[in-house]
């Protein structure tokens, strides 16, 4: 069964079919009716994988297929399960499609060979995330267009271009705004001591609050409690705010911890951000949109880094020997409590 089936039914040209059912063009009102009919009577479903535009004449476009690669222990099903990830997908999925692309999620272990896909060239470009304990392997493979993206990486001489979120700036702008609103006794409450992407947000919370004049104390786990961080946070929350530190403000490094956080203060009698500020990071929507009102986070642009890395991975493509290397780093932003917008 093809277009052409549907067509010769529905009594409109091959053209207009194409044009229906990929929504590359108008077609008129009658002519949809008909076809629709016909697709339903030759019981005729389009493939989801479907050509999409031609690609002669686009430079570094041969196979029309991007790939986004996971490295080491980053496996794509985990990933699909973190917080905020959904949002960073989001950029990269909607970059890809604008540019008439297909996307392919493949992943490569460290103890395991490189994906066959990867070694038989199936794309024009390819998208890197995480680390991997032997890069060498992945430089060696790599004969086409490639950027590593959103924030660890393997690469410390730089010979792919980078798209990453700017870790470095968060603690001290969850410092900033905490002081700034009064706090004179901030606290980081972290169920994640071992996370990468966690320390350094710590470390520099602690020496701005310190250098404007706080006195932190810090409230952790020993370990990363990935399957009991709801408690931990909850726990930590309790001893913040309830014994003998009396902490005037929290920041939790993840919005599912500010949430734990949010809701022990007000299962404790408290009213958020009144007599305790809270401030949390990734302004990750399945989190923020549970607490009213809402509390302060800082937003770590992922979709924008997921749209600049396609951005970039295409400037490649179309300049494959350009020897030139770009670090793209995205500045998060502070979004605000709602009672201060």
Not at 2 to 16: N, Q
Not at 261 to 272: D, E, I, R, V
Request: aromatic content about 8%; some cysteine.
């Amino acid at each position: 069964m093809s277009i052409y089936s549907v067509a010769k039914k529905a009594g409109v040209s091959p053209a207009a079919v194409s044009r229906y059912i990929n929504k590359s063009g108008s077609v008129a009102p009658g002519k949809a009716e008909l076809i629709c009919a016909a697709m339903k009577e030759l019981e005729y479903v389009p493939s989801l994988v479907r050509p999409g535009p031609r690609l002669k004449n686009r430079p570094g476009v041969r196979t029309g297929q991007i790939a986004l690669l996971f490295l080491g222990r980053l496996k794509p099903l985990e990933m699909y399960r973190m917080p905020v990830f959904p949002i960073l997908f989001s950029g990269v999925h909607e970059a890809v499609e604008n540019a008439g692309l297909n996307l392919v999620v493949t992943h490569w272990p460290d103890d395991a060979q490189c994906p066959s896909i990867i070694r038989k060239g199936c794309f024009d470009g390819v998208l890197i995330m995480g680390a991997m304990s032997r890069p060498e392997r992945l430089f060696s493979m790599l004969k086409i267009p490639a950027v590593w993206f959103f924030r660890s990486h393997s690469d410390p001489e730089g010979r792919l271009d980078h798209v990453f979120y700017d870790n470095s700036r968060i603690g001290e702008i969850a410092a900033r705004y905490l002081v700034g609103k009064g706090c004179r006794r901030p606290c980081f409450i972290n169920p994640y001591p071992v996370h990468e992407a966690v320390k350094p947000r710590k470390k520099d919370f602690i020496r701005t609050a310190r250098e404007l004049g706080a006195d932190v104390k810090i409230f952790e786990s020993a370990e990363d409690m990935f399957g009991s961080a709801v408690e931990e946070a909850e726990i930590m929350t309790r001893k913040a705010v309830g014994g003998k530190d009396r902490c005037d403000g929290i920041f939790a490094p993840m919005d599912n911890v500010l949430l734990s956080a949010y809701n022990c203060l007000k299962f404790m009698g408290k009213t958020p951000d009144k007599g305790v500020r809270l401030i949390g990071c990734n302004n990750d929507p399945q989190f923020m949109g549970q607490m009213y009102p809402r509390p302060a986070t800082i937003d770590i642009k992922l979709d924008a880094v997921g749209k600049k890395a396609v951005e970039q991975l295409l400037l490649r493509m179309r300049s494959p020997d350009d020897r030139d290397r770009v670090e793209i780093l995205v500045k998060p932003e502070l979004v605000p409590a709602a009672e201060d917008a």
